[in-house]
Protein backbone atom coordinates (compact mmCIF):
# COMPACT_ATOMS: atom_id res chain seq x y z
CA UNK A 1 0.00 0.00 0.00
CA UNK A 2 1.18 3.11 -1.06
CA UNK A 3 1.43 6.26 1.57
CA UNK A 4 0.09 9.73 0.47
CA UNK A 5 2.05 12.55 1.83
CA UNK A 6 1.33 16.32 2.06
CA UNK A 7 3.50 18.87 -0.44
CA UNK A 8 3.80 22.50 -0.92
CA UNK A 9 4.64 23.55 -4.33
CA UNK A 10 5.10 27.50 -5.36
CA UNK A 11 4.14 28.25 -8.81
CA UNK A 12 4.97 31.39 -10.55
CA UNK A 13 4.72 32.96 -14.11
CA UNK A 14 5.78 36.33 -15.57
CA UNK A 15 5.73 35.44 -19.35
CA UNK A 16 2.46 35.54 -21.88
CA UNK A 17 -0.92 34.47 -20.65
CA UNK A 18 0.18 34.43 -17.19
CA UNK A 19 -3.03 33.49 -15.74
CA UNK A 20 -3.62 30.35 -18.04
CA UNK A 21 -0.15 29.44 -17.72
CA UNK A 22 -0.40 28.83 -13.84
CA UNK A 23 -3.71 27.11 -14.41
CA UNK A 24 -2.31 24.63 -16.87
CA UNK A 25 0.36 23.72 -14.22
CA UNK A 26 -2.20 22.94 -11.77
CA UNK A 27 -4.17 20.82 -14.15
CA UNK A 28 -0.45 18.88 -15.05
CA UNK A 29 0.00 18.18 -11.42
CA UNK A 30 -3.46 17.60 -10.32
CA UNK A 31 -3.66 15.22 -13.35
CA UNK A 32 0.32 13.27 -13.44
CA UNK A 33 0.87 13.68 -9.57
CA UNK A 34 -1.99 13.24 -6.98
CA UNK A 35 -4.51 15.59 -5.37
CA UNK A 36 -4.49 19.07 -5.16
CA UNK A 37 -6.01 20.19 -1.92
CA UNK A 38 -5.80 23.77 -1.50
CA UNK A 39 -4.59 26.50 -3.56
CA UNK A 40 -3.84 29.99 -2.82
CA UNK A 41 -5.00 33.54 -3.99
CA UNK A 42 -3.16 35.02 -7.08
CA UNK A 43 -0.33 37.34 -5.92
CA UNK A 44 1.03 40.31 -7.92
CA UNK A 45 4.80 41.04 -7.38
CA UNK A 46 7.52 42.65 -8.32
CA UNK A 47 9.99 40.11 -10.39
CA UNK A 48 13.11 39.22 -7.90
CA UNK A 49 16.46 40.06 -8.53
CA UNK A 50 16.23 41.45 -11.93
CA UNK A 51 14.14 43.43 -13.99
CA UNK A 52 11.30 41.70 -15.93
CA UNK A 53 7.55 42.01 -15.87
CA UNK A 54 5.75 41.26 -13.15
CA UNK A 55 5.13 37.67 -11.38
CA UNK A 56 1.79 36.00 -10.52
CA UNK A 57 2.77 33.84 -7.97
CA UNK A 58 0.42 31.19 -5.75
CA UNK A 59 1.30 28.32 -3.30
CA UNK A 60 -0.54 25.09 -3.74
CA UNK A 61 -0.64 21.99 -1.05
CA UNK A 62 -0.53 18.70 -2.99
CA UNK A 63 -1.08 15.13 -1.69
CA UNK A 64 1.03 12.45 -3.50
CA UNK A 65 2.70 9.12 -3.43
CA UNK A 66 5.69 10.15 -5.27
CA UNK A 67 8.94 10.62 -3.53
CA UNK A 68 10.78 13.79 -2.89
CA UNK A 69 12.86 13.34 -6.21
CA UNK A 70 10.56 11.86 -8.48
CA UNK A 71 8.37 14.29 -7.83
CA UNK A 72 10.91 17.38 -8.53
CA UNK A 73 11.64 15.23 -11.74
CA UNK A 74 7.91 15.48 -13.12
CA UNK A 75 7.54 18.93 -11.79
CA UNK A 76 10.63 19.47 -13.88
CA UNK A 77 9.21 17.54 -17.06
CA UNK A 78 5.59 20.00 -16.68
CA UNK A 79 7.77 23.19 -16.34
CA UNK A 80 9.93 22.08 -19.94
CA UNK A 81 5.83 21.08 -21.47
CA UNK A 82 4.39 24.90 -20.83
CA UNK A 83 7.56 25.94 -22.36
CA UNK A 84 10.06 27.03 -19.59
CA UNK A 85 13.32 27.15 -21.27
CA UNK A 86 16.43 26.91 -18.85
CA UNK A 87 19.58 28.69 -19.69
CA UNK A 88 22.92 27.75 -18.57
CA UNK A 89 23.17 30.97 -16.63
CA UNK A 90 22.09 30.38 -13.24
CA UNK A 91 20.66 34.14 -13.16
CA UNK A 92 17.81 35.05 -12.54
CA UNK A 93 15.19 35.11 -16.00
CA UNK A 94 11.74 35.48 -16.90
CA UNK A 95 9.53 32.30 -17.40
CA UNK A 96 6.64 30.88 -18.39
CA UNK A 97 6.41 28.46 -15.25
CA UNK A 98 8.41 28.14 -12.68
CA UNK A 99 7.73 25.45 -9.90
CA UNK A 100 9.36 25.13 -6.51
CA UNK A 101 9.17 22.12 -4.22
CA UNK A 102 8.86 23.71 -0.95
CA UNK A 103 8.35 21.47 2.18
CA UNK A 104 7.88 17.59 1.90
CA UNK A 105 6.20 16.43 4.99
CA UNK A 106 8.94 15.91 7.73
CA UNK A 107 11.68 15.65 4.97
CA UNK A 108 15.16 17.13 5.26
CA UNK A 109 17.04 16.64 2.51
CA UNK A 110 20.12 17.84 1.18
CA UNK A 111 21.71 16.32 -2.14
CA UNK A 112 23.10 17.93 -4.89
CA UNK A 113 19.50 17.97 -6.88
CA UNK A 114 17.07 18.80 -3.59
CA UNK A 115 17.33 20.27 -0.74
CA UNK A 116 14.17 20.11 1.28
CA UNK A 117 13.17 22.48 3.11
CA UNK A 118 13.76 25.33 0.03
CA UNK A 119 16.60 26.73 1.34
CA UNK A 120 15.50 30.64 -0.16
CA UNK A 121 11.46 29.78 0.92
CA UNK A 122 12.00 32.25 4.12
CA UNK A 123 13.42 34.64 2.25
CA UNK A 124 10.88 35.30 -0.23
CA UNK A 125 7.70 37.23 1.13
CA UNK A 126 6.09 35.87 -2.78
CA UNK A 127 6.59 32.30 -1.48
CA UNK A 128 5.63 32.74 2.28
CA UNK A 129 2.21 35.35 1.19
CA UNK A 130 0.88 32.77 -0.59
CA UNK A 131 1.47 29.87 1.58
CA UNK A 132 0.30 31.55 4.60
CA UNK A 133 -2.78 31.76 3.03
CA UNK A 134 -3.31 28.17 2.86
CA UNK A 135 -1.27 26.86 5.73
CA UNK A 136 -0.82 29.61 8.32
CA UNK A 137 -0.19 27.36 11.37
CA UNK A 138 2.46 24.90 9.22
CA UNK A 139 5.72 24.40 11.15
CA UNK A 140 9.00 24.80 9.41
CA UNK A 141 10.71 21.50 9.40
CA UNK A 142 13.85 23.12 10.84
CA UNK A 143 13.10 25.99 12.35
CA UNK A 144 10.26 24.55 14.29
CA UNK A 145 8.36 28.07 13.83
CA UNK A 146 4.85 28.42 11.38
CA UNK A 147 4.73 30.50 8.42
CA UNK A 148 3.19 32.82 9.73
CA UNK A 149 5.63 33.77 12.30
CA UNK A 150 8.18 33.55 9.38
CA UNK A 151 5.90 35.98 7.04
CA UNK A 152 6.07 38.68 10.17
CA UNK A 153 9.45 38.01 10.12
CA UNK A 154 10.40 38.08 6.99
CA UNK A 155 13.24 40.65 5.83
CA UNK A 156 11.61 41.27 1.94
CA UNK A 157 8.89 43.99 2.35
CA UNK A 158 8.40 43.87 -1.30
CA UNK A 159 4.71 44.81 -2.51
CA UNK A 160 2.61 41.95 -3.05
CA UNK A 161 -0.60 42.57 -4.49
CA UNK A 162 -3.64 39.87 -4.27
CA UNK A 163 -6.20 39.73 -7.31
CA UNK A 164 -9.42 39.56 -7.96
CA UNK A 165 -9.12 35.84 -10.06
CA UNK A 166 -9.44 32.87 -9.06
CA UNK A 167 -7.87 29.43 -10.23
CA UNK A 168 -9.46 25.92 -10.50
CA UNK A 169 -8.78 23.10 -8.32
CA UNK A 170 -8.82 20.09 -10.90
CA UNK A 171 -11.59 17.74 -10.11
CA UNK A 172 -10.04 14.04 -9.24
CA UNK A 173 -11.63 11.31 -10.44
CA UNK A 174 -11.24 9.70 -7.09
CA UNK A 175 -14.18 12.50 -6.14
CA UNK A 176 -16.16 12.05 -9.22
CA UNK A 177 -16.31 8.03 -9.39
CA UNK A 178 -16.72 5.58 -7.09
CA UNK A 179 -16.74 2.99 -9.67
CA UNK A 180 -14.55 2.50 -12.62
CA UNK A 181 -14.57 -0.29 -15.43
CA UNK A 182 -11.91 -0.29 -17.75
CA UNK A 183 -12.35 -2.30 -21.22
CA UNK A 184 -10.68 -3.15 -24.55
CA UNK A 185 -9.59 -5.85 -26.78
CA UNK A 186 -6.68 -8.09 -26.17
CA UNK A 187 -3.73 -5.95 -26.07
CA UNK A 188 -5.16 -2.34 -25.89
CA UNK A 189 -3.60 -1.89 -22.29
CA UNK A 190 -6.35 -1.94 -20.03
CA UNK A 191 -5.02 -3.65 -17.04
CA UNK A 192 -1.84 -1.27 -17.66
CA UNK A 193 -4.16 1.97 -17.64
CA UNK A 194 -6.00 0.84 -14.28
CA UNK A 195 -3.05 -0.10 -12.20
CA UNK A 196 -1.51 3.69 -13.21
CA UNK A 197 -4.78 4.62 -11.86
CA UNK A 198 -5.18 2.92 -8.92
CA UNK A 199 -1.79 3.90 -8.27
CA UNK A 200 -1.93 7.38 -8.37
CA UNK A 201 -5.68 7.65 -6.90
CA UNK A 202 -4.95 5.20 -3.88
CA UNK A 203 -7.80 2.90 -5.98
CA UNK A 204 -8.61 -0.72 -4.47
CA UNK A 205 -7.90 -2.49 -7.90
CA UNK A 206 -10.04 -5.76 -9.49
CA UNK A 207 -8.19 -7.39 -12.04
CA UNK A 208 -9.28 -10.27 -14.51
CA UNK A 209 -8.01 -13.51 -13.16
CA UNK A 210 -7.06 -14.51 -16.74
CA UNK A 211 -4.13 -16.73 -15.54
CA UNK A 212 -5.64 -18.72 -13.36
CA UNK A 213 -8.26 -20.09 -16.31
CA UNK A 214 -6.72 -23.76 -16.93
CA UNK A 215 -9.43 -23.98 -20.20
CA UNK A 216 -7.02 -20.69 -21.88
CA UNK A 217 -4.21 -22.34 -23.05
CA UNK A 218 -5.97 -25.25 -24.47
CA UNK A 219 -8.82 -23.07 -26.07
CA UNK A 220 -6.31 -21.49 -28.15
CA UNK A 221 -4.86 -24.78 -29.03
CA UNK A 222 -8.45 -26.29 -30.10
CA UNK A 223 -11.21 -22.82 -29.88
CA UNK A 224 -14.14 -25.39 -30.59
CA UNK A 225 -13.59 -28.09 -28.28
CA UNK A 226 -12.52 -25.50 -25.32
CA UNK A 227 -14.90 -22.58 -26.27
CA UNK A 228 -18.10 -23.54 -24.11
CA UNK A 229 -16.09 -24.53 -20.63
CA UNK A 230 -13.70 -21.37 -21.44
CA UNK A 231 -16.42 -19.12 -21.53
CA UNK A 232 -18.66 -20.43 -18.65
CA UNK A 233 -15.66 -20.90 -15.99
CA UNK A 234 -14.93 -16.86 -16.94
CA UNK A 235 -18.02 -15.95 -16.48
CA UNK A 236 -18.48 -17.64 -13.08
CA UNK A 237 -15.44 -16.52 -11.98
CA UNK A 238 -15.65 -12.72 -13.42
CA UNK A 239 -19.75 -12.58 -11.61
CA UNK A 240 -18.06 -14.06 -8.54
CA UNK A 241 -15.15 -11.67 -8.23
CA UNK A 242 -17.12 -8.48 -8.89
CA UNK A 243 -19.71 -9.69 -6.36
CA UNK A 244 -17.22 -10.09 -3.57
CA UNK A 245 -14.76 -6.96 -4.35
CA UNK A 246 -17.85 -4.43 -5.06
CA UNK A 247 -19.60 -5.65 -1.49
CA UNK A 248 -16.33 -5.33 0.13
CA UNK A 249 -15.29 -1.87 -0.58
CA UNK A 250 -11.78 -0.87 1.18
CA UNK A 251 -12.47 1.89 3.49
CA UNK A 252 -8.38 2.93 3.16
CA UNK A 253 -9.11 3.36 -0.95
CA UNK A 254 -10.76 6.14 -2.62
CA UNK A 255 -12.62 4.09 -5.35
CA UNK A 256 -12.83 0.77 -7.14
CA UNK A 257 -10.99 0.47 -10.58
CA UNK A 258 -11.34 -2.48 -12.46
CA UNK A 259 -9.79 -4.15 -15.73
CA UNK A 260 -12.87 -5.99 -17.25
CA UNK A 261 -16.49 -5.36 -17.01
CA UNK A 262 -18.98 -8.58 -16.85
CA UNK A 263 -20.14 -7.75 -20.31
CA UNK A 264 -16.63 -8.68 -21.32
CA UNK A 265 -18.03 -12.34 -21.23
CA UNK A 266 -21.10 -11.73 -23.45
CA UNK A 267 -18.67 -10.16 -25.68
CA UNK A 268 -16.21 -13.20 -26.60
CA UNK A 269 -18.98 -15.66 -26.10
CA UNK A 270 -20.37 -14.29 -29.05
CA UNK A 271 -17.35 -14.46 -30.84
CA UNK A 272 -16.52 -18.10 -29.74
CA UNK A 273 -19.35 -20.05 -29.10
CA UNK A 274 -21.50 -22.45 -31.48
CA UNK A 275 -25.38 -20.72 -32.00
CA UNK A 276 -26.83 -22.98 -29.80
CA UNK A 277 -24.14 -22.73 -26.87
CA UNK A 278 -24.31 -18.76 -27.27
CA UNK A 279 -28.21 -19.58 -26.27
CA UNK A 280 -27.78 -21.56 -23.10
CA UNK A 281 -24.77 -19.11 -22.02
CA UNK A 282 -26.87 -16.03 -22.52
CA UNK A 283 -29.94 -17.46 -20.20
CA UNK A 284 -27.51 -17.32 -17.81
CA UNK A 285 -25.46 -14.71 -18.35
CA UNK A 286 -29.01 -12.32 -18.46
CA UNK A 287 -29.38 -13.84 -14.68
CA UNK A 288 -26.10 -12.59 -13.12
CA UNK A 289 -26.18 -9.31 -15.07
CA UNK A 290 -29.60 -7.89 -12.99
CA UNK A 291 -27.58 -8.81 -9.87
CA UNK A 292 -24.07 -6.66 -10.83
CA UNK A 293 -23.34 -3.06 -9.66
CA UNK A 294 -22.69 -0.59 -12.88
CA UNK A 295 -19.80 0.85 -13.11
CA UNK A 296 -20.30 5.17 -12.87
CA UNK A 297 -18.19 5.23 -15.77
CA UNK A 298 -17.04 2.19 -18.27
CA UNK A 299 -14.12 3.58 -20.86
CA UNK A 300 -13.38 1.58 -24.12
CA UNK A 301 -9.64 1.78 -24.82
CA UNK A 302 -9.62 1.33 -28.75
CA UNK A 303 -6.38 0.01 -30.65
CA UNK A 304 -6.01 -0.57 -33.96
CA UNK A 305 -5.50 -4.20 -35.20
CA UNK A 306 -1.71 -3.78 -35.92
CA UNK A 307 -1.24 -2.25 -32.70
CA UNK A 308 -2.87 -4.90 -30.37
CA UNK A 309 -0.80 -7.74 -32.55
CA UNK A 310 2.50 -5.86 -31.71
CA UNK A 311 1.86 -5.37 -27.98
CA UNK A 312 0.61 -9.06 -27.86
CA UNK A 313 3.74 -10.15 -29.45
CA UNK A 314 5.75 -7.62 -27.45
CA UNK A 315 4.08 -9.07 -24.08
CA UNK A 316 5.23 -12.61 -24.95
CA UNK A 317 2.75 -14.58 -23.49
CA UNK A 318 3.00 -17.88 -25.11
CA UNK A 319 -0.63 -19.16 -25.39
CA UNK A 320 -1.62 -15.66 -27.28
CA UNK A 321 1.16 -15.79 -30.25
CA UNK A 322 -0.96 -17.08 -32.84
CA UNK A 323 -3.54 -15.12 -32.11
CA UNK A 324 -4.88 -13.77 -35.47
CA UNK A 325 -5.74 -10.41 -36.74
CA UNK A 326 -9.67 -12.02 -37.92
CA UNK A 327 -10.10 -12.76 -34.39
CA UNK A 328 -9.18 -9.51 -33.00
CA UNK A 329 -10.98 -8.22 -35.76
CA UNK A 330 -14.54 -10.24 -34.81
CA UNK A 331 -13.69 -8.63 -30.89
CA UNK A 332 -13.93 -5.43 -32.48
CA UNK A 333 -16.75 -5.65 -33.99
CA UNK A 334 -18.40 -6.68 -30.69
CA UNK A 335 -17.08 -4.34 -28.42
CA UNK A 336 -18.69 -1.72 -30.89
CA UNK A 337 -22.13 -3.36 -31.16
CA UNK A 338 -21.85 -3.38 -27.18
CA UNK A 339 -21.58 0.31 -26.49
CA UNK A 340 -23.85 1.07 -29.43
CA UNK A 341 -26.31 -0.69 -27.94
CA UNK A 342 -26.30 -0.37 -24.16
CA UNK A 343 -27.61 3.23 -23.53
CA UNK A 344 -27.40 2.24 -19.93
CA UNK A 345 -23.91 2.91 -19.06
CA UNK A 346 -21.76 6.06 -18.87
CA UNK A 347 -19.46 5.26 -21.37
CA UNK A 348 -16.55 6.73 -22.63
CA UNK A 349 -14.29 5.55 -26.00
CA UNK A 350 -10.48 6.45 -25.72
CA UNK A 351 -8.51 5.75 -28.80
CA UNK A 352 -5.36 5.19 -27.36
CA UNK A 353 -3.88 3.97 -31.20
CA UNK A 354 -1.25 6.37 -31.29
CA UNK A 355 -0.70 7.10 -27.62
CA UNK A 356 2.09 5.41 -25.74
CA UNK A 357 0.74 6.25 -22.05
CA UNK A 358 3.21 3.99 -19.99
CA UNK A 359 6.23 5.71 -21.17
CA UNK A 360 4.94 9.44 -22.81
CA UNK A 361 3.56 11.88 -19.37
CA UNK A 362 1.55 13.60 -22.22
CA UNK A 363 -0.28 11.11 -23.55
CA UNK A 364 -1.33 9.89 -19.81
CA UNK A 365 -2.60 13.20 -19.63
CA UNK A 366 -4.43 13.31 -22.59
CA UNK A 367 -6.38 10.26 -21.65
CA UNK A 368 -6.76 11.80 -18.04
CA UNK A 369 -8.44 15.14 -19.23
CA UNK A 370 -10.70 12.89 -21.03
CA UNK A 371 -11.83 10.74 -18.22
CA UNK A 372 -11.93 14.39 -15.47
CA UNK A 373 -13.77 16.22 -18.10
CA UNK A 374 -16.88 13.09 -19.08
CA UNK A 375 -19.74 14.09 -17.59
CA UNK A 376 -21.63 11.83 -15.23
Do not use: W
Amino acid sequence: MKHFRDTYLSLGSNQGDKLNYLQQAIDHIGVQLGSIVAISPVYQTASFGFEADDFYNICIRLRTNYKPENLLRKLLDIETSLGRKRGDSLAYESRTIDIDLLLYENCVIQTKDLTLPHPQMLKRAFVLKPLQAIAPDLIHNITNKSITEHLNACLDKSKIEILNVSLKKPISISKKYNYIAIEGNIGAGKTTLSSMLADQFNAKQVLERFADNPFLPQFYKDKDRFAFPLEMSFLADRYQQLTDDLAQFDLFKSFIISDYYIFKSLIFAQVTLAKDEYALYRRVFDIMYKEITKPDLYIYLYQNTDRLLVNIKKRGREYEQNIEASYLDKIHKGYANFVQSEQTLNTLIIDVSELDFVSNPADYHIIMQQIIKNKL
